[in-house]
């Protein structure tokens, strides 16, 4: 049995120890925010936080994983309330979607580590593929998100999702605590 934490939650996964940290995070936990896109660690649509590294959870298995620390799109904030969920949805820089969950990881990443990057360090970090092309309108809600990190600019709240975690932890096993 693979033991780790998934947002804040201690939880076990009884499946084959190679399973990708994707399909556990999907399939097993129905945190399906996380994306499938490519499957070889190409795109970022799965990206997730692992011990404050974005990682691409379809080319790390639940074994590599055990002991660690992952942070999805649903544990990022459960109201909505990060900066850049706050910004994404305000400044509307979603397209079709597929790719803003991992994209937000990414960005959360980046502004932990730097609230206050560049353009050169947001195309460095930000390598994951949105057909869309929302590039432009990335860059600057990633750099409005920094604003808003760092007090200097406040963004208008959106509506939080109307299911608590304890909501969904009571209609998803895996997130139950042990």
Not at 17 to 22: A, C, E, G, I, V
Not at 138 to 144: C, D, Q, S, T
Request: charged share 25%; aromatic share 4%; glycine share 8%.
């Amino acid at each position: 049995m693979t033991k780790f934490t998934v947002n804040d939650r201690p939880v076990q996964y009884r499946m084959d120890p190679d399973t990708p940290l994707l399909w556990a995070l999907r399939d097993a936990s129905n945190l399906t925010g996380t994306k499938y896109g490519c499957g070889t660690g190409h795109c970022g649509a799965c990206t997730v936080d692992i011990d404050g590294q974005a990682v691409r959870s379809c080319q790390v298995t639940i074994r590599e994983t055990e002991g660690r620390f992952v942070t999805t799109i649903e544990g990022l904030s459960p109201d909505r309330g990060h900066p850049l969920q706050q910004v994404f949805a305000a400044d509307n820089v979603s397209q079709c979607g597929y790719c803003i969950p991992g994209m937000i990881m990414t960005a959360a990443v980046l502004l932990k580590r730097n609230a206050d990057p560049g353009d050169e360090e947001i195309d460095a970090a930000i390598t994951n593929i949105c057909r869309c092309g929302i590039y432009p309108r990335l860059r600057a809600a990633i750099k409005r998100a920094g604003k808003v990190l760092r007090g200097e600019e406040q963004v208008e709240a959106a509506p939080p999702p109307g299911v608590t975690p304890e909501d969904a932890a009571r209609a998803v096993p895996a997130l139950r605590r042990p």
